[in-house]
């Protein structure tokens, strides 16, 4: 019973690390009809937000509700989404450097395993550290991290790309409460919910450029890929009891699914040291899901 657990567990989060990996293809149609990163995060969440609302009240999963709970997802909310999404593009704006931003953002799985090891006690395995190292190797290697030129390395940038990986390593850290303590559903819409409240206060819905009717759906398609279904399942993943150390380094394929579609969609170079890392990063995920 516990390995059909885990191997759902696994399966859950695979489809939220795919999901991840495609909505880029939606926020890079949106730069490039001039549509500002801070602007498409935005929009995401308040989307996401309308979505989690409509959802929640159909299938009565606001009914456990408690305003006692609010401080909690609100923290979660901004701690894990808007801190993640916002210091990851502060740091590409900071290093200007995207790879090096997402190389610091990587570093989120070795959160993960500190945090839970301390929290929740979850065993730093040989195992374990074997793929986390091959997963952050291979996601060097996509990103282009072996190009010198790529790592343009600031103080300032730096802290903001560690806090960005930090931030992303609240998701499955601060998660881990969440699902003992409240329903899944419940943990799935409320961190979006609030963290949609506080980028209101950023990008006001009423200043969001909605030119035409392919960007209102390209605004639907990056909500929907980028926050509603990932949120969703990795949420329902962690639910399954599966080591949150295990659930990020699955989670961290997100860049290869990422760097495959622009391949194919976009025409982008891959070569053969980006091939090997992705080979790396597969290997060190499909081992992490392993319970031995």
Sequence with gaps: MKKSTNTMGAIYVTIAAVSWGIFPLFNRTLASMGIPPITSTAIRAMIAAVIYIIWGLSKGAFKTFSFKCIPFFLFYGITAIVGTTYLYAQAQVTLNSSSMAAVLLYT???F???FNRIL???PVTKVKLAALLMTFIGCFLVSGGYDISNLKING???AIGLLSGLSYSMLTVIGKTAVKKYAPDLNS????IMAAIVFMCMVPPWTVPVPNVS???LYLLLSLTGTVIPYVFYTKGL???MDGGKAILIANTEPIVASVLGVIVFGDAINIIQIFGIILTLTGAAIASKDK
């Design 189 to 192: 819409f409320m961190p979006t």
């Design 108 to 110: 989120a799985p070795a």
């Design 120 to 122: 929740y006690k979850e």
């Design 239 to 241: 639910s399954t009891g």
């Design 112 to 114: 993960v395993i500190i």
């Design 156 to 158: 300032l940038g730096l």
């Design 215 to 217: 960007v209102l759906i």
